[in-house]
């Protein structure tokens, strides 16, 4: 009686084959490996046309890094990226990898898995969801696909927590997918997958695969194709025309502007009146990042809360929520004509919404406006607007490209 096994329940030794088969079998069941079967490193293309060098040698280096974690698993690896970037491939590639060496691998999109937990409560369900819970926590290697993408309550961000928690806690092999900014997530969720103790981060800024030749879709909220010829090649600097100060104001702003497309960081406010050029260098940064691949929505402010109110019509295709999922986390964000004077308390609590969140989150963002920056009527966006640390502000002197040259000419003579 004094053994420390009295009284517990093992299973018999002639029963460890059956148990061994019955658990892999409902591993594979909750699984989906058998809709990814073909994601492999063999099918992984390394040529797509259309990619510039620089996205070729990172589709490479995220190739080679999730190559050399199939081979050898070690901690946690982090796939962060575009939908359509590859990173579901290469992480099932890890996983059918490591299923054809005969290991045990749980591969499983993140809102299947909270679905499948919830269904243990129902009347009907064949497993108990303590049991299923501790399968999916324990299992040797564990894909999480599509972090992010669950409905986010209170009981999915505790049982995530507790499923991530105990794979920190344990350091047991785990490869995790998101498209989604990371400060979007549990912060107790976040700092485990930042811990570059345990985790690495493979970063896949890259176009979708499945849309490289594509048009734009039906319905899509850039407005960016409509500004094409707006480059900074095309844009005029007006050095036979403009009085000296304004000149090198004109040629301050293109270089600002030229700066910024080639290292987009933080915000950019361009002040200016009318037609002084102000949209053109604004359109000349979001083709200059479109070109190579990244995700731009260009937009003006009133556009875009027509985008936003259409999304409450019953006959609207797209949800609200997508649409305010495309502004505010695109990797880049040119918001044309920026002007709060008359909108709706509606109106101005979206725009607070999107700034706040690009604002905390640190993502590239352009305005323009005919506004000076005291002008800007909304407090909350004025002040955003107004931090130095995060946002560079350019007031554009030179006057309305259809006149400013006469009114210049004219400037000069009184002069």
């Known amino acids: 009686m004094e053994h ?72 946690w690896l982090l796939f962060q990226g575009n939908y359509g970037s590859g990173k579901t491939h290469l992480a099932a590639a890890i996983a059918n990898y490591r299923l054809a060496l005969g290991e045990q691998v749980l591969f499983i999109t993140v809102p299947d898995l909270l679905d499948y937990l919830r269904s243990t409560y129902g009347p009907a369900s064949e497993v108990q969801y303590d049991e299923l819970f501790e399968q999916v926590r324990s299992a040797p290697m564990l894909v999480l696909d599509d972090l992010g993408a669950e409905s986010v309550t209170s009981w999915a961000q505790e049982k995530l927590y507790q499923l991530i928690n105990h794979r920190y806690l344990s350091q047991n092999c785990t ?56 480059v900074f090649e095309t844009f005029d600097l007006r050095a036979d025309v403009l009085p000296p100060n304004e000149r090198d104001n004109l040629h301050n702003a293109y270089e600002l502007a030229f700066s910024y497309a080639r290292k987009p960081q933080d915000w950019l406010l361009i002040t200016g009146e009318h037609g002084c050029g102000k949209t053109h260098l604004a359109a000349a940064i979001a083709n200059y990042r479109h070109a190579l691949g990244e995700e731009v929505v260009f937009i003006t402010m009133s556009d875009l809360l027509d985008y936003l109110r259409a999304a409450f019509n019953p006959s609207a ?18 918001l044309d004509q920026l002007d709060t004077t008359s909108t709706s308390s509606w109106a101005r609590e979206k725009l607070r919404q999107i700034a706040d969140h690009r604002y905390l989150a640190r993502l590239p963002t352009v305005f323009t406006t005919a506004q000076t920056l005291e002008e800007i009527g909304d407090p909350m966006l004025r002040s955003r607007l107004s931090d130095t640390r995060r946002c560079h502000v350019f007031a554009m002197l030179a006057p309305d490209y259809r006149g400013g040259a006469q009114r210049s000419n004219r400037s000069r003579r009184r002069a």
């Open 4 to 75: 420390p096994d009295f009284g517990k329940a093992f299973p018999c030794v002639c029963q460890r084959e059956t148990l061994v088969t019955r658990r892999l079998a409902r591993l594979h069941k909750l699984s989906n490996l058998d809709a990814v079967a073909d994601k492999t490193f063999d099918t992984f293309a390394l040529d797509l046309p259309g990619l510039t060098d620089e996205q070729l040698s990172t589709l490479r280096a995220s190739y080679d890094r999730a190559l050399r974690y199939a081979e050898e698993p070690q901690g």
């Open 317 to 334: 295709t797209v949800t609200l929520d997508r649409r305010f999922d495309e502004i505010r986390l695109a990797q880049l964000l040119v």
């Open 175 to 230: 490869v995790i997918t998101t498209n989604c900014e990371l400060t979007r997530l549990d912060p107790r969720i976040r700092s485990r997958l930042v811990d570059w103790h345990l985790a690495q981060s493979v970063n896949m800024r890259l176009p979708d695969f499945r849309r490289v030749d594509a048009s734009r879709e039906p319905g899509a909220l850039s407005d960016l194709s409509l500004y094409g010829d707006m």
